[in-house]
């Protein structure tokens, strides 16, 4: 059966090793797509030569035919001598006939690696892999040519391609194609003639906390809501509301070490622009894009970082981390302890005595207690209008003098601090406002820890 499908496509069409092999992939383990053809062609080469040399007058003249095919639309070399030993004659019409499915593309895989190196050149990686593209023209081709033959058992372009440059890559490189997560994927965009490769370089993740002393700077940059980041008048053409933000001050150093096109800076929750984040500082992970260097020098990172930042930001504890950690540190922020310095004022005076007992009213009706959160007026432009529950945990407080109390707050994350203190209209309940009875004010707040 498979002797009378190989004939049949022959017929047809001129098909190169490697494509015939590959359309009899499922049958037969452990060998190449090559060889696989090889010894189909071999195989068929022995059968007819031998019924040539045995068979009686039909059987013969059958042989000969089919040696024919073999030598002069499979070019099999084999078969070619069979029948030159003979002293049959056979006719090549056309030299350069390329192979039918895939055009010779096969037979020049080193083209492909080539340029494929050259296009590495530079990068840094331990891993990679290999994806391909292949026109419509020839998938469909190779479609037709499969239905109208009916071959079942091959294996698709892509996959022997992927594979086979994988494997050559692999010795070039001597680094493991990887699966799941490498650092680079080869992307070949395969035509008729001419093929294209794209590069997918694995971002790079650095785990680190940061120190914010300042106030007055946003986590991350802003973009101007005027001008949408282009730049106009109102931003003074830079695009942006607020000169710098802490992700800025990070990421230039790592962006220039690494290499990369750009940075993603992924914060652990977010102080408000005017609240210090003091403590161990808040986690966060930097994602470098698209970086040509993947080993960095973490600790000289973190001292040329901080002594050109020095009393503006600090950070510390710099690791590789995972985009992995990027989803769960998102995810844990809106429960993990966070704890806050916060300074209160008073629109009324009060006594030390009157302070002590609002105090312990306030822990007595707090402490350990959920509050009811609805979605800050001030923030409400750009943050869904619903009701949080949050848990405050702890309350100590200090009486500074007859209209200022400091206080320090432990919560659950996600908690608006300043709305806790002044009870937003009424729209944090219960809140310090409500709970002592005068209207208060949060004058300034800082993060002292974020539980991670
Ligand atoms: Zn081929
Ligand atoms: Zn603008």
Not at 61 to 74: F, H, M, R, V
Not at 341 to 365: H, N, P, W, Y
Not at 378 to 396: F, G, L
Not at 439 to 447: A, I
């Amino acid at each position: 059966m498979i002797f009378t499908k190989v004939l049949e496509i022959y017929q047809k069409e001129h098909i190169c090793l490697y494509c015939l092999g590959r359309l009899f992939s499922l049958l037969g383990t452990d060998t190449t797509n090559k060889r696989r053809g090889d010894a189909l062609l071999l195989s068929l080469t022995m059968e007819n030569h031998s019924e040539y040399l045995s068979g009686i007058n039909e059987e013969r003249i059958n042989a000969i035919e089919n040696l024919k095919i073999l030598a002069e639309c499979a070019r099999y070399n084999s078969a070619q001598e069979v029948l030159k030993k003979e002293g049959i004659g056979f006719d090549i019409e056309n030299e350069d006939v390329k192979c039918y499915l895939c055009k010779d593309i096969y037979s020049n895989l080193e083209m492909y690696v080539e340029k494929a190196k050259k296009k590495i050149e530079g990068f840094e990686f331990d891993t990679f892999l290999v994806g391909c593209s292949p026109s419509s023209s020839i998938v469909n081709r190779e479609d037709r040519f499969k239905s109208m033959l009916n071959i079942i058992e091959a294996e698709s372009f892509k996959s022997h391609f992927n594979r086979e440059v994988g494997k050559l890559l692999s010795e070039e490189f001597d680094k493991p194609a990887e699966f799941t997560y490498p650092d680079i994927t080869f992307i070949f965009s395969i035509g008729e003639e001419e093929f294209e490769i794209n590069l997918l370089i694995r971002s790079i993740f650095i785990f680190g906390r940061y120190k914010k002393l300042i106030r007055g700077i946003p986590q991350t940059h802003w973009i101007c809501y005027n001008c949408n980041g282009k730049g106009c008048n109102e931003c003074d053409h830079t695009g942006k509301r607020y000169e710098t933000s802490v992700e800025e001050l990070i990421n230039p150093k790592f962006i220039e070490a690494s290499n990369a096109t750009e940075s993603k800076f992924h914060g652990a929750g977010r102080e408000d622009i005017d609240v210090k984040m003091l403590g161990d500082g808040r986690p966060f992970v930097l994602e470098l894009i698209e970086p040509n260097i993947r080993t960095l020098n973490l600790s000289r990172l973190k001292q040329s970082v901080n002594e050109i930042n020095k009393d503006k930001i600090e950070i510390s504890d710099l690791r590789y981390s995972t985009k992995k950690e990027v989803i769960s540190m998102k995810e844990k922020a809106e429960n993990t302890k966070k704890e806050y310095f916060a300074l209160v004022r008073s629109e009324i005076g009060i006594t030390i005595e009157d302070f002590q007992i609002k105090l312990q009213k306030l822990k007595d009706l707090l402490e350990e207690e959920k509050i009811d959160q609805r979605t800050p007026t001030r923030v409400s432009h750009r943050r869904a209008d619903k009701i949080r529950n949050k848990r405050i945990y702890n309350i100590s407080g200090k009486y500074r003098n007859q209209t200022e109390f400091e206080f320090k707050i432990e919560t659950q994350g996600g908690t608006y601090i300043k709305e806790l203190i002044s009870g937003d209209n009424g729209r944090t309940s219960p809140s310090f406002s409500e709970i002592i009875g005068l209207p208060l004010k949060c004058e300034s707040l800082d993060v002292l820890n974020i539980d991670y």
